[in-house]
Nanobody, 114 residues
Framework: QVHLVESGGGLVQAGGSLRLSCAAS????????MGWYRHAPGRQRELVAT???????NYADSLKARFTISRDNGKNTVYLQMNSLKPEDTAVYYC????????WGQGTQVTVSS
């Protein structure tokens, strides 16, 4: 099992930046994918970005210009740097782990004010 703990959410003005972190603990397969999804009110949960243990990244097309995903394999931590935030980025951001099994974090709220 893998336990995910997210941090870094909060309230920010439009145009600002936030950095989310997600630390994984437990029995972590060496080959895995970690990433971020988000769920805004009235919308379906959507992919933000993922990064594999080998460093391959995948982004939602609409976000790749402003968001950057990275990871520290030694710390089993994935990061999401979000720049030029917009009110429509307001959502609960969930960390996701995919290996021989999958897990979700509890979510962290990101609110962007106009």
């Amino acid at each position: 099992q893998v336990h995910l703990v997210e941090s870094g959410g909060g309230l920010v003005q439009a145009g600002g930046s936030l950095r989310l972190s997600c630390a994984a603990s437990g029995s972590i397969p060496s080959i895995n994918v970690m990433g971020w999804y988000r769920h805004a009110p009235g919308r379906q949960r959507e992919l933000v970005a993922t990064v594999s243990s080998g460093g391959n990244t995948n982004y939602a097309d609409s976000l790749k210009a402003r968001f950057t995903i990275s990871r520290d394999n030694g710390k089993n931590t994935v990061y999401l740097q979000m720049n030029s935030l917009k009110p429509e980025d307001t959502a609960v951001y969930y960390c996701r782990f995919i290996g021989s099994f999958s897990a979700w974090g509890q979510g962290t709220q990101v609110t962007v004010s106009s």
